[in-house]
């Protein structure tokens, strides 16, 4: 078997891994970029001087020297809040090593203080990374690579091996048809060169009615995601709001779903996940975010080299500059439907597109160099761009290139192993785009709500971006910021509660503590399910009847799910032929909605509508949300007939882990 598994490239005996060798004249173009860095830095930044070409070089060299030598020992340090306390320690080494080098070589560089160092370090780094980039120099990773490995083979953790590992690579959101035109298009150049070679096949599965990264990860890495009726939801009984983005609540569903034969049990490896999957090995991981409070070792292959600090920092800035074009742009062109994109979003984008991206990238390719068993990694800068800016704009593809440029990495990086690797890329649930339900109407689902129920006030409508609040409180946690106290998490005093997880609407009403059934719900609040199921944008609305069981109601008919009776037109008819099934598996869960919304889809224009502020969505039914890849070694069997729902998924990427770690 190849080194990397499928992907065609190299071999050697897995016993004795290689070791990344850096060409010479690769070397030399690093050093000669590296002061080409420094010279620009000195005619851009006030108080630094460099005396010549030759004295940049010279300083060049002895930087480079330096950060072979001192980044490694902050990276070995056993740090709280590692993340945190490495990253700004390292960024105040490149910063001092540029100082040092000034103060030792003073006839050749001058830099006037320590401050303007730092910025001097930053500048440096933008031109090398311009410059690798024109170079066609970027991917070269041999001495990020010699540092990794040298970390691993002095870890008593590392296992070398002829058994087979397996990379679970998921890219958050990217529906298969997405992915298609992207293989065509050009914007996924390496998983291309995979399907065209036959060393892949590409795949689909479809998502449960919670086609969401909660409920889907549930389902793959746990095995089990019953009970999880959207990406938030209140469970009556206790009166409170439980999400899959809060650590507590993660942590919580994982303790409920575990059974012990997780995906990346017995020594596996979660990168940047909600869910661990049993794993023993995790980072940015919501359910186990305790983890991130002590010392971690899984950040060390990426702090031992101080330009991944400076990279990541540059690379953050410039995804914030390149958010604000490309949303100033959308509004010049009134390009429709447009959405919400503030600064702040700027900063989340470039946190998911960038900085969680590349760390990452760096612990799969640390995992690999250990050994480990099995590792699943969320990329989730796609899901996060598409929200916002929609499925197949300019600036989403371009975080979908930069992403399949990054699986190249590990790709390359598998020749070097502790043992041969199979890589299967995944999504998690796909996306469907249209205008928001306010857009179209002016007001919200909750404020239809609260003008068709009976005397009750109605909690503001609970959404928003399932990136940006459980990725982003895994990063908060370990760089030791403080968390907020979720809104709204505690519901017992309201009348009327009502969620949003993209195109599917919750609504509880709280007078009980049980589900009221549609009899109870028509005598209470006799105008809340005709202005429901009458209104153009909903699709269909679930509810149970006492006497028929669940119904799916429409604006002009209904359908019995039970003994599938339909009543004038079927409000199911636009939807899978999945949909009673979906419906009916959902009706089933303990923490069903009073009432559960979805909204239209129309399959002419390919749209429907988000009840949060997401101009492409996912959570519900309707188009490419529900229809998510798979891209496996062809070599690996798959299952006859369709995949439905993850649990199933989950059983077939376990089963490729056994087989090929079998004995």
């Not at 960024?91 to 160092?117: I, K, P």
């Not at 091996?161 to 679970?168: A, N, S």
């Not at 869910?275 to 186990?288: F, N, P, Q, W, Y």
């Not at 975080?399 to 890329?425: F, N, S, T």
Request: proline residues 5%; aromatic residues 6%; neutral net charge.
């Amino acid at each position: 078997m190849s080194r990397t598994g499928t992907t065609g490239r190299g071999a050697s005996p897995a016993c004795s891994p290689d070791r990344p060798q850096v060409h010479p004249l690769r070397a030399v173009a690093r050093l000669v970029t590296n002061a080409a860095g420094l010279f620009i830095a000195a005619l851009v930044v006030p108080g630094v001087a460099v005396e010549s070409v030759g004295g940049a070089l010279a300083a060049a060299l002895l930087i480079a020297a330096l950060n072979a030598l001192l980044p490694p020992l902050i990276a070995a340090l056993r740090l709280p809040f590692t993340l945190a306390l490495g990253f700004l320690l390292v960024l105040l080494l490149d910063a001092g090593m540029v100082f040092a080098v000034a103060r030792l070589t003073e006839r050749t560089l001058e830099v006037h203080s320590f401050f303007v160092a730092l910025l001097v370090a930053l500048v440096a780094t933008a031109v090398n990374v311009a410059l690798e980039v024109l170079l066609g120099t970027n991917d070269d990773d041999a001495y990020g690579l010699r540092v990794t490995q040298r970390i691993a083979r002095r870890s008593r953790d590392r296992q070398v091996t002829d058994v087979p590992g397996i990379l679970y690579l998921e890219i958050d959101g990217l529906a298969r048809p997405v992915l298609q035109r992207a293989l065509r298009d050009g914007h996924a150049p390496e998983l291309a060169r995979w399907v065209a070679t036959g060393s892949h096949r590409l795949g689909e599965w479809e998502t449960d009615l919670s086609s969401q990264t909660g409920a889907s990860q549930a389902g793959l890495l746990l095995g089990s995601n019953a009970d999880i009726p959207a990406f938030r939801w209140v469970e009556k009984a206790a009166g409170k709001v439980v999400s899959c983005s809060a650590p507590a609540d993660c942590a919580e569903l994982e303790r409920r779903h575990s059974t012990g034969m997780g995906l990346l049990a017995d020594g596996g490896a979660s990168r940047a996940n909600l869910l661990s999957g049993e794993a023993d090995h995790v980072i940015l991981t919501v359910s186990r975010i305790e983890a991130e409070k002590g010392p971690n070792p899984g950040y060390r292959s990426y702090l031992a080299n101080g330009y991944n600090v400076l990279q990541t920092l540059v690379l953050f800035i410039y995804e914030i500059v390149l958010e604000r074009i490309a949303a100033g742009r959308a509004k010049r062109r009134d390009v429709w439907p447009r959405g919400r994109r503030s600064v702040s979003y700027a900063f989340v984008r470039a946190g998911l597109a960038v900085a969680v991206r590349d760390l990452t990238v760096h612990s799969v390719i640390s995992d690999m160099m250990m050994g480990r068993p099995a590792v699943y990694a969320c990329f989730a800068g796609y899901d996060e761009v598409a929200h916002h800016s929609g499925l197949e704009r300019h600036d989403t593809m371009e975080v979908l290139r930069k992403i399949d440029q990054q699986i190249g990495r590990i790709v390359r990086a598998c020749a070097y192993a502790a043992r041969p690797y199979e890589i299967v890329v995944l999504s998690d649930h796909g996306q469907t785009q249209g205008a928001t339900f306010r857009q179209r109407n002016g007001y919200g689902l909750d404020e239809l709500v609260k003008r068709s129920v009976e005397a009750a006030e109605v909690a503001p409508l609970e959404g928003g971006d399932e990136n940006d609040s459980a990725v982003g409180k895994a990063v908060r946690e370990a760089t030791g910021v403080q968390q907020k106290k979720p809104a709204k998490d505690e519901v017992g005093g309201e009348q009327v509660v009502v969620l949003g997880s993209g195109n599917l609407g919750l609504i509880f009403l709280m007078e009980e503590r049980r589900r009221l059934t549609m009899e109870e719900i028509d005598a209470r609040h006799p105008r809340l399910l005709p202005a429901l199921r009458a209104h153009p944008h909903i699709g269909w609305v679930l509810v149970r009847s006492a006497a028929h069981g669940p119904v799916a109601l429409g604006a002009h008919g209904a359908r019995y799910l039970a003994d599938g009776r339909v009543e004038g037109e079927d409000p199911l008819a636009p939807f899978p032929p999945t949909a009673v099934r979906h419906l009916l598996r959902t009706d089933g869960f303990a923490n069903a909605p009073d009432v559960l919304v979805n909204s239209f889809y129309d399959a002419e224009t390919d749209e429907g509508c988000a009840f949060e502020e997401l101009i492409s969505f996912h959570g519900g039914m309707g188009g490419s949300q529900a229809r998510p890849f798979l891209l496996f070694p062809s070599h690996l069997p798959l299952p006859e007939g369709p995949l439905v729902g993850a649990e199933q998924v989950h059983a077939v990427l376990a089963g490729w882990r056994a087989s090929l770690q079998r004995g």
